[in-house]
């Protein structure tokens, strides 16, 4: 059993930036790890990963303002979010595979005036 914490949710002001962490009771040395998000009445969706090779990939609505990193000495994932915008607001999950997928709680996010 794999747990996956994540943290660093806010409420931000459009532009401003973040920074969420996932932190993983297990290795992250060599599995694809990612971020999802779920905005209220709207489906959980894909926001970026990384492959154990270190390959990203983002949806488009965030390339270029977002970005994926993995520190695998400290078995911690993150996504470094700038110039966030209202449609950014979200609760954020983590999730990594090791042999199946395992998925964190949450991390609000709340991008307003």
């Known amino acids: 059993q794999v747990q996956l914490v994540e943290s660093g949710g806010d409420l931000v002001q459009p532009g401003g930036s973040l920074r969420l962490s996932c932190a993983a009771s297990?290795?992250?040395?060599?599995?694809?790890m990612g971020w999802y998000r779920q905005a209220p009445g709207k489906q959980r969706e894909p926001v970026a990963s990384i492959t154990d090779r270190g390959v990203t990939t983002y949806r488009d609505s965030v390339k270029g303002r977002f970005t994926i990193s993995r520190d695998r000495a400290k078995n911690m994932m993150y996504l470094q979010m700038n110039s966030l915008k209202s449609e950014d607001t979200a609760v954020y999950y983590c999730f990594g595979d090791w042999g199946v997928r395992y998925w964190g709680r949450g991390t609000q996010v709340t991008v307003s005036l």
């Open positions: 297990s290795s992250v040395y060599s599995n694809f």
